[in-house]
């Protein structure tokens, strides 16, 4: 009886470790899902490409501000 | 507040894209073609700030109400400055067209929007994310409010002015901007108000201070002043005043502005627009950035009609105590024309502009009567 009611147990704890695991590896695989589908996800949060890009853009178009500005504003 | 790098300004981090605002794909909002892999290409049409200058189309499904207010937001609108720019301008429309022109290059840059405060730095600082994309319900402070109100503000209230103190709320308390200035303030209640004073759910000492705004308080220093004099004529130290504004062009095409002098000083002025909220004779006035020749660039003499806004406007200095040099006893006020702002503070080019709100020696009270 008590051995039949330890199986019934382990049993229980398989499913919930099953569903635990379904539920984390689904919500993984939508995260990496998204990241794939789009190159701006996959770009803006990879700061490596970021900082190398940001080196080009800021060859190609250096920050203008007029030297001629003065004073508090 | 130390500048972004340019990869931080457009780094976006993991937990945005667990958030809700994280599940809308960046096209919906941003535009541009995420299906290409050449970042150039793939920009082109993008939207850095899709909520300005209308927010509606990305904003608007879930947050309707607020979008629908947030267009009469002083802080989208920049209203006031328009006001007080049509009636100080020459009543011509090539003039009026120069100066909005003017206006648009140098000054309307300075609005914000609900990106601008609940995503990334606002734009006149040069933008860049808060919190790697991260929606805040409440803007920060020091990257958000103070990026923009930096000069005045928040050297008065973080007591970065060498000298004075920072104000009590802020030193002692902790308080933030948002501490009194709340959503409904900021995000606009449908009204078109002419001026930062008037608009409805604005910041009032007295609602926290009950006491002090009654005829029944229990200071008798209340009790006297209550009606006649704003809580910042006896509350606040000296603060920032800036003198001459001109705008223009330099030779490269790069807008530019020029600002003469800056002085600390505190000076009492007669309130010009006395309401049922401000019922005081006496408030506490700032010289703004301006001068009739500020336009010059683009139209000469297009503001015939300076004279007819103060250049000493009514002001909140942010450098609240509770003793100040001037409320240590009656006499230290009454009688000490140096603290009000009479022709002698004025420049006579600026004298008419200010006329309403100059005090006459013969308003600057002399005796402290028994009562």
Known sequence: MLRQKGKGIGYLWVLILIFLGYFLLWGTSSTVRTQEKSSC??????SRELIKLSQIILK?????KSEETKGEG | MAPLELYEKVLVEDEFLETDHGQIPCVDCHGGNPDDSNWETAHKGVIKDPTFPDASKVCGDCHEDIVKLGKSSLHVSLLPYRVIMDRRATPDESVKKAIDKAMGNHCMGCHSSCGQCHVSRPD??????????????????ATNCTSCHGSRLEKEFTGKNPGIPGDVHFVKKNMQCVSCHKAGEMHGDGKEYQSMHDVASGPKCVDCHQDAGKATSK?????LHYETVSCTVCHSLQYKHCYGC???????????????KTIM???????????????????????????????DYYVKDGLKNFDRVPTWKPTTPHNIQL???????CKKCHKKKRLFLTEED?????????????????????KTKKR
């Open chain 2, 246 to 260: 001109h705008v223009g062009k330099d030779s490269k095409g790069l807008p530019y502005y020029q600002t003469e």
């Open chain 2, 323 to 329: 003793k100040t040099p001037q409320n240590k006893s």
């Open chain 2, 219 to 223: 200071k008798k220093v209340h009790r």
């Open chain 1, 41 to 46: 996800v996959s770009c803006h949060t990879n």
């Open chain 2, 124 to 141: 006149s600082v040069d933008g860049g994310f808060v919190q790697g994309h991260n929606f805040m319900k409440t803007p920060p402070m």
């Open chain 2, 265 to 295: 000083d505190f000076k009492i002025g007669l309130n010009s627009t006395i309401t049922k909220e401000r019922p005081y004779k006496f408030i506490t006035v700032r010289h703004v950035p301006t001068n009739p020749g500020l336009f």
């Open chain 1, 60 to 64: 190609m178009r250096p920050p203008v």
């Open chain 2, 346 to 366: 004025v420049e006579a080019e600026e004298r008419e502009a200010n006329r309403s709100v100059m005090v006459p020696e013969s308003e600057i009270p002399t």
